[in-house]
């Protein structure tokens, strides 16, 4: 079955960095559109960013990280990325990957990260 397993979380200071890592298996990763999304505290579900499969297309970012955070895969190791600079107090969150398989939406348990001094 479909499974996504998301790592790399923590509280950092802001400015800092963090990497996520989103550990798939139980469908062809290469094939799919990968996204990340995030839920902060008592807030609703936020888009954060898309990877297209194969190569197709510039991956997208909300303007809310648009040139602190960057997307990747490794689609040889199965493994969503998502690199995140210069940390906010407001990117506290936690943070999930995505994907649709056959019709359905699949997501992971999610990995917290907390910005704060």
């Known amino acids: 079955q479909v499974q996504l397993v998301e790592s790399g979380g923590g509280l950092v200071q802001p400015g800092g960095s963090l990497r996520l890592s989103c550990a798939a298996s139980?469908?062809?990763?290469?094939?799919?559109?990968m996204t990340w999304v995030r839920q902060a505290p008592g807030k609703g579900l936020e888009w954060v960013s898309s990877?297209?499969?194969?190569?197709?297309?510039?991956?997208t970012y909300a303007d809310s990280v648009k040139g602190r955070f960057t997307i990747s895969r490794d689609d040889a190791k199965n493994t969503l990325y998502l690199q995140m600079n210069s940390l906010k107090p407001e990117d506290t969150a936690l943070y999930s990957c995505?994907?649709?398989?056959?019709?359905?939406?699949?997501w992971g348990q999610g990995t917290q990260v907390t910005v704060s001094s």
């Open positions: 139980g469908f062809t990763f290469s094939q799919h559109t």
């Open positions: 990877i297209n499969n194969g190569g197709g297309g510039s991956p």
């Open positions: 995505k994907t649709y398989v056959l019709g359905n939406t699949y």
